[in-house]
Structure formats: structure tokens, C-alpha cells
């Protein structure tokens, strides 16, 4: 694994990978099956569940406040990279727009392509979450998840969805695609949650 697409992490650096990680020097695409082919003209967002019902356009994210965050990103195949630079808006300030009932504790990511992931709500809700629309000051790729997709950066990254389209709310936790294929249910990087068996 080690020499051409992989380094082992500089010290300084090594308190940032987590256990049983390695720096990637590009940016790898991870997807399973094909790109979705998407109409951003016609984007949709949806929330439902237990949460009023909602649907956004692209425009309604751009007229949110716009943020450039920097995050490391880690895959469960063990690959990492350091300091990502995304443009895009705070989960937080999507929520403000969201009605979500008391009862709600999970959270299913919905995107084109019919990949899904769940999320507890805590872990969802959390400052550093944003929705990313550009990678490195160019519009996201779509190979990436553009027109928009989902950062989590403190879980590892298939919790972090590509082409997001919509937020299930849930009164108890629900498995999506990996989690329902033997990933973990959360993925905790430096606690290396990665598989249920
Ligand atoms: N819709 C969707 N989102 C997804 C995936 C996917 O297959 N489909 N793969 C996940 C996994 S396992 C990882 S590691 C990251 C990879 O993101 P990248 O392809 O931008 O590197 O996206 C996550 N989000
Ligand atoms: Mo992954």
C-alpha cells in the first residue's frame, strides 16, 4: 500500500491520522456504483420524517451564509487526507430552517443514486458539519458528490454523502447502505469503529 499513492503520516502531522491510517496524496474518488447524473436545474432537497415537511433548492443553500471550512478526511479503507478546503454552508444554519419534533433522534442521509447513511441526530448536529458546493475554490466535481454533498468531518467518510438530497428524521436508529453491509454504526475514526463484526 505503501510508496506511489500512499505515505506514512510526518510527525508533526501524526497526531491528526487516525490509529491504522494512511495520507493519501491525492484525492481519491470513493462510490459505490455509478455516478448519479443530475439536473441542477432541477435539484431538490427534501426533509421529512419527523420534521416538517420541506423542500429547498440550490438557491435557498447559496442565500444561507457561505463558509470556507478546512477538514481531514478519513475512509474507512484507510485512507486520509489532511486539510480538504470546501466552500459550502453550516448544518447549523440549514437546521435554523427546519422544524425537527422533539422525538427525532436519528437521521437518514438520502441522495441521488439511492445511496443512503444514518446519523444520530447529536453527531448531525454538531458546529463543524457543513453542506460543501466547491472543493478547493472549483465547483464540487461530480465524481466528488456535486452540485452538493455532506462533510462530517469527525466520523469516518461514507458518512459523509455524496449528492445529498434529503434528511429522514427518526424516532429510533435505521440502518443505511454500508451500515446494513457490515459497517459500523456510527465510525468513529480514532476510536477505529470501522466494521460490526
Ligand atoms: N452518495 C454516496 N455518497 C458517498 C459514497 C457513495 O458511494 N455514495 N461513498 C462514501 C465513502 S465510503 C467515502 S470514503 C466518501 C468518498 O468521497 P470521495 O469520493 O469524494 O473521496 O464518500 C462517501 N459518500
Ligand atoms: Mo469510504
Redesign the pocket.
Known amino acids: 500500500m505503501l510508496g506511489k499513492f500512499f505515505k506514512k503520516p510526518e510527525s508533526e502531522q501524526s497526531d491528526r491520522v487516525p490509529p491504522g491510517q494512511y495520507l493519501t496524496k491525492g484525492?481519491?474518488?470513493?462510490?459505490?456504483?455509478n455516478t448519479p447524473q443530475i439536473d441542477t436545474d432541477n435539484w431538490q432537497f427534501r426533509v421529512w420524517g419527523l420534521a416538517t415537511e420541506k423542500t429547498f433548492s440550490l438557491a435557498d443553500f447559496m442565500a444561507l451564509p457561505q463558509h470556507d471550512f478546512t477538514a481531514d478526511?478519513h475512509?474507512?479503507?484507510r485512507w486520509s487526507k489532511l486539510d480538504v478546503q470546501w466552500t459550502g454552508v453550516k448544518v447549523t444554519d440549514f437546521m435554523k430552517l427546519v422544524e425537527v419534533d422533539p422525538k427525532a433522534v436519528h437521521v437518514m442521509e438520502h441522495?441521488y443514486?439511492d445511496?443512503t447513511?444514518n446519523i444520530p441526530l447529536e453527531d448531525f448536529l454538531r458546529e463543524e458539519n457543513f453542506f460543501a458546493h466547491t472543493l478547493f475554490g472549483e465547483p464540487l466535481p461530480a465524481?466528488?458528490?456535486g452540485p452538493m454533498?455532506l462533510i462530517v468531518p469527525h466520523l469516518y467518510?461514507?458518512k459523509?454523502?455524496?449528492?445529498i438530497n434529503g434528511l429522514e428524521f427518526l424516532r429510533q436508529e435505521e440502518s443505511g447502505f454500508?451500515e446494513r453491509n457490515g459497517y459500523h454504526r456510527r465510525g468513529e475514526p480514532w476510536a477505529e469503529e470501522r466494521y460490526s463484526y
Not at 27 to 33: D, E, K, M
Not at 160 to 163: E, I, L, Q, V
Request: with cysteine; glycine share 12%.
Open positions: 484525492f481519491p474518488v470513493l462510490t459505490y456504483g478526511f475512509c474507512v479503507t441522495c443514486g445511496y447513511t465524481e466528488h458528490g454533498r467518510a461514507w459523509s454523502a455524496k449528492w454500508w
